[in-house]
């Protein structure tokens, strides 16, 4: 294993390591990351481990700025289309 069990492939080390990196890049590198988790892990703790590891340490990182705003986009899933929320006769 390359990385803990947080961050399974290192990816998110490796985002932090790299000069440069856009926070389009930090995007596709978090995509990659969260898929890797297993099933049993729950996202939200794993991403306040991360950010407590290298956020705080990297405050202006795009990488901190993308895993904040997973944290945040994490609300319950609501309801937004399919033929229940069609008018009905």
């Not at 080390?13 to 969260?34: H, M, N, P, Q, V």
Request: glycine content about 12%; overall charge positive; charged content about 25%.
């Amino acid at each position: 294993m390359k990385g803990d069990a947080h961050d399974p492939k290192g990816l998110i080390l490796e985002a932090y390591r790299i000069d440069g990196i856009t926070k389009s890049e930090c995007r596709t590198i978090f995509l990659d990351w969260a898929l890797s988790l297993s099933l049993e892990q729950d996202t939200g703790v794993v991403l306040k481990a991360l950010l407590a590891q290298y956020g705080a340490a990297h405050p202006k990182h795009p990488m901190t700025e993308v895993m904040t705003e997973g944290l945040g986009g994490m609300a319950a899933p609501r309801r937004r289309g399919g033929w229940r929320s069609r008018p009905r006769n």
